[in-house]
């Protein structure tokens, strides 16, 4: 892999976020903010729309940031690109814009900054890592270089520290461009650059240890394996065997033939002999190794396993209760989207009664308040939590609604529509 391939490889590494498989509908809801400004594309040139529709800057850039990732690319018509996920509302004070082969920024007026960056990554923490040539380092929102270009390859702002790569090492700085961990490992982690714990997971002569956020070692690299930190306990392995360690490196659970993950609401989950089950914080099993297939405890105190084809939920006492329908989407601790029966609608969670059955079989997640809904036709509307319908089936393809807005496409036309369905923007494209 080259240099070039490495630091955008760590760039987009850095800007991944875990995949969250229940939402909460209420805490997905966004303020309306006027500052806000949403992507749009006319005749293959990007530009940004603000909440009332006004052309904020023209559509006349190559590309944009949030449009680099494989999705976007992959998608030949203007319609595809256009509805990729990663093609998001912006609210930073600049926006990456690429004309020609050149990168640069644009502020919320539309005025230019110049074009003269070959990579640019996203906004984190107020710095957007920017490369010329084969060097890398940080533009702030004032478009400024603020961390000089002398790196080989770096990963976004997280936590206010970002791992560095220079001459075949890794290290981190801070928001001021201070070393904080001088290069001399052999890997960091993305991941880990917001230093759990104050631990950052380091690798030395291919042994694993930690450092902390002053740079020093805080834990010496003498583990064949291990796994970040995560309230306060990390697991390590030597010998075949796994156990955790605490922030001093002391052993506080002991080394056993299991594969372990990170700790979540005080419970890690563990494969023994190919069961899963799960562990306290002191390595006793508060459920004994008997599912075929488990997840992590959310933050709701509730963990995803299976034994066999049958789902059931997980407490933090251990018990596992069968769920009785499918849940498709939490709205609260009472009720959630789910199919009962193969009917669609609103469920308890507690019984996997259905409250209020949906007309529709395919419904999509809720954001702000409505959801997608198919009709046997193939065309798209919106619903509400009650099921009635608010927007008239008559899309193509639809986004979901964020800050007010909500990205859509007919056969022919595509753009943003309010709550009511009302095209705030659009344009033709066929």
Avoid: H
């Avoid at 240099?3 to 760039?11: E, G, P, T």
């Avoid at 790569?165 to 001088?182: M, N």
């Avoid at 599912?291 to 709701?300: C, H, K, S, V, Y």
């Amino acid at each position: 892999m080259t240099r070039r391939m490495l630091a955008i490889a760590l760039v987009a590494l850095a800007s991944l976020s875990p995949a969250i498989l229940e939402t909460d509908a209420s805490s997905a809801q966004k303020p309306t903010s006027p500052d806000v400004l949403y992507p749009i594309l006319v005749r293959n040139r990007w530009g940004f729309i603000d909440r009332s529709g006004r052309v904020a800057v023209s559509p006349r850039y190559e590309s944009i940031l949030s449009a680099l990732s494989a999705e976007a690319a992959a998608e030949r018509k203007p319609e595809g690109r256009f509805m990729a996920a990663s093609v998001e509302p912006e609210t930073t004070a600049i926006i990456a814009v690429r004309d020609g082969a050149k990168w640069g920024f644009v502020d919320r007026d539309g005025q230019l900054l110049p074009l003269r960056f070959d990579e640019v990554g996203p906004f984190q923490d107020g710095m957007a890592a920017a490369s010329q040539g084969l060097l890398w380092g940080f533009v702030s929102t004032s478009g400024l270089i603020a961390i000089p270009l002398t790196f080989d390859a770096v990963t976004g702002f997280m936590g206010g520290v970002a791992i560095v790569y220079k001459d075949l090492k890794y290290g981190a700085i801070d928001l001021t461009g201070r070393i904080v961990v001088k290069p001399r490992f052999e890997m960091i982690r993305p991941a880990d650059s917001v230093f759990f714990d104050n631990r950052a997971l380091v690798t030395t002569y291919d042994k694993k240890g930690f450092v902390s956020r002053a740079g020093t070692v805080a834990i010496p690299a003498q583990y064949d394996e291990a796994l970040p930190f995560s309230e306060g306990l990390a697991a390590v392995t030597r010998f075949g065997q796994t156990g955790f360690i605490d922030t001093l490196g002391r052993m506080v659970i002991r080394p056993r033939l299991w594969t372990p993950g990170r700790f979540s609401q005080g419970r890690a989950l563990v494969l023994v002999g190919g069961s899963y089950g799960y562990i306290d914080r002191s390595g006793a099993y508060i459920a004994e190794p008997q599912f075929t297939q488990a997840m992590a405890f959310n933050e709701n105190g509730e963990a995803m396993a299976w034994k066999r084809a049958t789902r059931g939920i997980v407490d933090l006492t251990g018990r596992w209760n069968v769920l009785r329908f499918e849940e498709r989407q939490r709205l609260n601790d009472s009720v959630s989207v789910g199919i009962v029966g193969g009917r669609v609608g609103m469920v308890r969670r507690a019984t996997g009664a259905m409250i209020r059955e949906y007309d529709w079989s395919d419904v999509g997640f809720f954001s702000e308040g409505l959801a997608e809904a198919r009709e046997p036709s193939g065309r798209l509307g919106f619903i509400d939590l009650d099921g009635r319908v608010v927007i008239a089936p008559r899309f193509a393809r639809v986004g979901r609604f964020d800050r007010g807005l909500c990205k859509a496409a007919t056969r022919d036309t595509m753009g943003y529509i309010d709550p009511s369905g009302v095209w705030v923007w659009s344009t033709r494209f066929r």
